[in-house]
């Protein structure tokens, strides 16, 4: 029935009689003890005299002896609630009708977009597919009454008869009439009402076609009042009109359908794009300019049709609104009738999308927006929704519309509103919660966090897509929302998203997914379910802004040295140095920070992709974030590698890391002294190219406030650099005697240790200098030092307090 429904518009229009009769078919199995049990649309036929037709009784028996079939994903679209766990009855057969009659009307099966195991999960749940727009209230009410999830409580079957009997006799424009005639093609009987032959397809009745196949779209002799029911190639046809008013009712129906998956999909096939560029830019009316850009807008977001950088050119070259024309639309929109509201709150969001938003705000456009949140007009909130989300891009927009009291208003459109109402809701609450934390507050506070995540299993593209951006918003804002977000499942979610969605779906999840790795609890849940495999395979296939996201979300796992591993066995080395190489700025930040963590066990790999001189030019002209990363990655090769350590080092190197430590902040210092360390073995090697001044001055402050390790390298360097007389006396005027004394209190007894020698070589031959030890209490701590250490620290204790000029006090053991 459904490839009989789309062979013309004559055949849709005997939709309901087709439905009406194969509801009478149930109802003759039923009389004869019978469930058909695996009633879906292509098992309903269309015979050569015109009638409906059951079909498919492989899997049914009698009802007094049937029995509960398994599962089977190919009818599990059509399935009433209840066949997941028991044999269908005839109330399971009615739910699968109206599961029949939504196939019907869409031209696609139900929840055609979902994976097996979200249509299980929605049937667990009791969830239908959502109210198609070519619906009309009264069917649709009739599709609840067959598919209440609790069989006792569906329309009967009787019912069910006599209202598609009623839709029957509506549904065509002249009565019936109940003769056949033959094709001319096959001889086949063929019902009167056809435009076409069952048997071989042959159309029939040209001279009866309508304007859009037998005219040119215009023709005075042809009129075509256009409305929702309106075929895409249709509105097509009519934008090659030369009559503006058909033009502009055909693309703001366009637009329109741009939100359903499959009617977008359609004005690609029937070479849409191409006509509506050429709208954008030699339309005649501003309208029909941005309403055209609007419909590539959707295209070009989530069909990649044109691509973004097309899209970006188009966009430049539609002037801006009036000032006139904005204070228009914000007058129309207080003043006119819900239908032709739609029309100017369609302008109103293109026009947004343009480069109209100051103007549009300076008009007053948000006052009257907001307002149009509680109209009852399904359309006019969509679009008025899609409006706010286009107007809030900055924080001025954002908090006018918020001081007007619509974050309640979204939040009730995404807890009860249809599917397209969630998902656009979903939109506009992102917007708003991007980098605003009281914004991100009464979005989560208002509950909104489990019905993004819920939205995350929607039937169409467009929710899942919108409640994707809006979880990666709030994410950003508060550890704490990143919680609760993968407390209700949304990690899980993303996940699948990120394997299964469209490019655009896969890009909001991966940075969803980032943000969610930044707290240790998500991130192990994160690599547990094995996405760093998905992760790789975006590094190499995906978009700039996917392996942006992706480089992101890895330098959170990265901090986890088991993922470190998973990540090298799989390749990820050579992909991030190809974007430290040739990546976009955002793309070498994280691929920095990720390789930063790599580098700590994995180094020699990153040396082996040629990492050593990607990394200084980092150093060199990166901006501050790349230089601290890249001397990180330049102390880790140089710390596992001789041989590139003596490569690396250079007076030119040396010098960029003391600026670094010159003028850096306290993470940019940490990053050049741990470099500095490790390129200078640490401070065993190549110390004089650290004996100036201003390294020493800058060196002095991490014995007071480094870790261990940097204390460790400084007095190491300081060790070797005291036997240098003017190095000798530059240490001590830069006052590092009194934090090498401190060194002494401490429990790390290497430091100690090296301490104690740099003390004694400062000592030795300078009364000055052994006077200010001994103000600070050098002797007795090194005494107590003495006691406690280990033979070869008591030796270089003893040197110490001899250069000082004092008894140890320690017998000497005589042989």
């Not at 599962?71 to 269908?88: D, F, G, N």
């Not at 366009?254 to 499959?262: K, N």
């Not at 790789?536 to 993922?563: C, H, M, P």
């Not at 994995?602 to 150093?619: A, M, R, T, Y």
Request: proline share 3%.
């Amino acid at each position: 029935m459904g490839s009989y429904l789309s062979l013309s518009d004559d055949n849709r229009k005997r939709m309901w009689k087709l439905l009406y009769q194969a509801a009478l078919g149930l109802n003759y199995m039923y009389s004869k003890g019978m469930v058909h049990g695996y009633l879906k649309l292509s098992n309903i036929l269309v015979g050569t005299d015109g009638q409906a037709k059951l079909s498919d009784f492989g899997l049914n028996t009698m009802r007094a002896i049937s029995k509960a079939s398994t599962s089977s994903s190919a009818r599990l679209r059509w399935r009433a609630p209840e066949c997941l766990k028991r044999r269908p009855t005839i109330a399971s057969d009615v739910y699968s009708l109206a599961m029949c009659m939504i196939e019907a009307t869409v031209g696609e099966p139900p929840f055609a977009y979902l994976e097996d195991d979200d249509v299980r999960e929605n049937l667990k749940c009791g969830v239908i597919p959502e109210k198609p727009d070519e619906m009309n209230d009264e069917e649709w009410e009739l599709v609840i009454a067959m598919t209440h999830v609790d069989p006792s409580k569906r329309a009967e079957l009787s019912h069910v008869i006599d209202t598609l009997k009623r839709f029957s006799m509506e549904d065509l424009d002249e009565p019936r009439q109940g003769g056949t005639t033959r094709c001319i093609t096959c001889a086949a009987l063929v019902f009167n009402h056809s435009r076409c032959c069952a048997q071989c397809g042959n159309q029939l009745g040209l001279k009866e076609e309508s304007r859009s196949s037998c005219g040119p779209p215009g023709s005075p002799n042809t009129p075509m009042e256009l409305n929702t029911d309106t075929s895409v190639r249709d509105l097509v046809n009519v934008l090659r009109s030369e009559t503006i008013e058909e033009q502009e009712s055909a693309v703001l129906l366009l637009l329109q359908v741009c939100i359903r998956d499959h009617k977008r999909h359609q004005i690609l096939d029937e070479n849409g794009v191409p006509i509506l560029v050429d709208l954008v830019k030699n339309g005649r009316t501003h309208f029909l300019k941005v309403c055209a850009l609007g419909c590539l807008c959707w295209s070009s977001e989530l069909d990649s049709t044109p691509s973004d950088d097309e899209f970006e050119e188009l966009r430049e070259t539609i002037p801006a609104a009036t000032n006139t024309e904005c204070t228009s639309i914000v007058q129309a929109l207080q003043d006119q009738s819900d239908r032709d509201k739609v029309k100017t709150v369609v302008y109103c969001t293109c026009t947004a999308g343009t480069i109209g938003r100051k103007p549009l705000l300076n008009a007053g456009i948000i006052p009257p927006l907001v307002k149009l949140l509680r109209n009852g007009n399904e359309t006019i909130t969509i679009w008025t929704m899609d409006a706010l989300a286009n107007m809030a891009c900055d924080g001025d927009v954002n908090s006018a519309i918020v001081a007007e009291g619509a974050i309640p208003m979204l939040l009730e459109h995404l807890k009860n509103g249809s599917e397209t109402q969630r998902g656009f809701a979903a939109c506009v609450l992102g917007q708003l919660s991007v980098e605003t934390a009281s914004n991100s507050a009464m979005i989560v506070e208002g509950g909104a966090i489990p019905f993004l995540v819920g939205l995350l299993r929607a039937q169409t593209n467009i929710p899942k897509n919108f409640a994707a951006f809006a979880l990666d918003g709030i994410a950003a804002v508060n550890d704490d929302y990143g919680l609760e977000i993968a407390r209700n499942g949304g990690i899980q979610r993303l996940i699948k998203l990120l394997r299964s969605g469209t490019n655009t779906h896969k890009t909001h999840a991966a940075s969803g997914l980032a943000r969610l790795a930044n707290q240790e609890e998500n991130r192990q849940e994160i690599g547990r379910r094995g996405v760093i495999t998905d992760f790789i395979a975006l590094l190499r296939r995906g978009t700039e802004d996917q392996k942006e996201s992706v480089a992101y979300a890895l330098s959170y796992l990265a901090l986890d040295t088991a993922f470190c591993t998973d990540m090298v066995e799989i390749g990820a080395i050579s992909l991030l140095m190809a974007l430290i190489r040739d990546g976009t700025e955002g793309q070498k930040e994280h691929a920095l920070l990720t390789l930063g963590s790599l580098a700590e066990y994995h180094s020699q790999k990153i040396v082996d992709e040629g990492g050593v001189d990607p990394f200084l030019s980092l150093l060199r002209t990166g901006n501050k974030e790349q230089k601290m990363v890249a001397a990180q990655m330049l102390g880790w090769i140089a710390h596992s590698n001789e041989e590139q350590r003596r490569e690396i080092i250079s007076d030119e190197v040396i010098e960029l890391l003391v600026e670094l430590l010159r003028s850096g902040s306290h993470e940019e210092k940490d990053k050049g002294v741990f470099a500095l360390c490790y390129l200078t073995d640490h401070g065993r090697t190549n110390t004089r190219a650290l004996a100036t001044r201003t390294i020493i001055s800058l060196l002095v402050p991490f014995l007071r406030e480094g870790r261990d390790e940097q204390k460790h390298f400084v007095v190491n360097a300081f060790g070797r650099l005291a036997c240098i007389d003017t190095c000798k006396k530059m240490i001590v005027e830069c006052g590092a005697i009194a934090p090498l004394v401190d060194l002494l209190k401490s429990d790390n007894t290497a430091n100690k240790e090296r301490a104690a020698i740099v003390l004694g070589r400062l000592a030795a031959n300078d009364a000055a200098n052994r006077d200010v030890m001994k103000r600070h209490g050098a002797v007795n701590l090194l005494k107590k030092f003495l006691r406690t250490g280990n033979r070869q620290q008591k030796r270089k204790v003893e040197t110490a307090l001899q250069s000082i000029g004092e008894e140890s006090g320690r017998k000497q053991c005589r042989r």
